[in-house]
């Protein structure tokens, strides 16, 4: 089964960091882009951040370069989000989906809460 | 990173049609044959419904169907289901290497 599971969440102070995990499974995960996605409560989808297969390529939101590292190991299948500099406004449920190819995420992680908060 | 235009709801009766539009710029919609659609029930992970502006994934109903005009996609539900009820979000690559999603629109079937 294609699956994708995240990990990693939950309560940090405003300028901490976090890192949150996306294990893969069911498919050839070196071979696709891959790609951040978070919903902050009560609102949209909102793209984060994507790295190439071969992590030569990777793209940021504006609000978050400078604070947050995508990251993959396609050894283990897996692909990580490090966010440093936390703000309220990061707090969301984050996640991983696979890129297909055109440019569309066609497989979902179930998500993994941050919350940043005093 | 400008979010694309979407109503913020949309609503039909069982059986009805209804198309939810979503607006953008000639960088990113109107660009590229690259917006997308997506629907997310409550407390669930988004669904990929549609793909490269008119293609449906594999087991996505026929009753839902893309197009494009210009900076404007659409995405048009035919049939309408009870199980249709929920959140739809479109998305389109855009000309700086990035993805920019609409603020969603909520569809209520009456």
């Known amino acids: 089964e294609v699956q994708l599971v995240e990990s990693g969440g939950g309560l940090v102070q405003p300028g901490g960091s976090l890192r949150v995990s996306c294990a893969a499974s069911?498919?050839?995960?070196?071979?696709?882009?891959m790609t951040w996605v978070r919903q902050a409560p009560g609102k949209g989808l909102e793209w984060v951040a994507n790295m190439r297969q071969d992590v030569r390529e990777e793209y940021y939101l504006d609000s978050v370069k400078g604070r947050f590292t995508i990251s993959r190991d396609n050894a283990k299948n897996s692909l990580f989000l490090q966010m440093n500099s936390l703000r309220a406004e990061d707090t969301a449920v984050y996640y991983c989906?696979?890129?297909?190819?055109?440019?569309?995420?066609?497989?979902w992680g179930q998500g993994t809460m941050v919350t940043v908060s005093s | 990173q400008s979010a694309l235009t979407q109503p913020a709801s949309v609503s039909g009766s069982p059986g009805q049609s209804i198309t939810i539009s979503c607006t953008g710029t000639?960088?990113?919609?109107?660009?590229?044959?690259?917006v997308s659609w997506y629907q997310q029930h409550p407390g669930k992970a988004p669904k990929l419904m549609i793909y490269?502006?008119?293609n449906r994934p594999s087991g996505v109903s026929n009753r839902f169907s893309g197009s494009k005009s210009g900076n404007t996609a659409s995405l048009t539900i035919s049939g309408l289901q009870t199980e249709d009820e929920a959140d739809y979000y479109c998305?389109?690559?855009?000309?700086?290497?990035?993805?920019?999603f609409g603020g969603g629109t909520k569809l209520t079937v009456l």
């Open positions: 998305s389109s690559y855009t000309s700086t290497n990035t993805w920019v």
């Open positions: 989906a696979r890129v297909r190819e055109g440019a569309a995420f066609d497989i």
């Open positions: 069911g498919f050839t995960f070196s071979s696709y882009w």
């Open positions: 490269d502006v008119i």
């Open positions: 000639s960088s990113d919609v109107g660009g590229y044959n690259y």
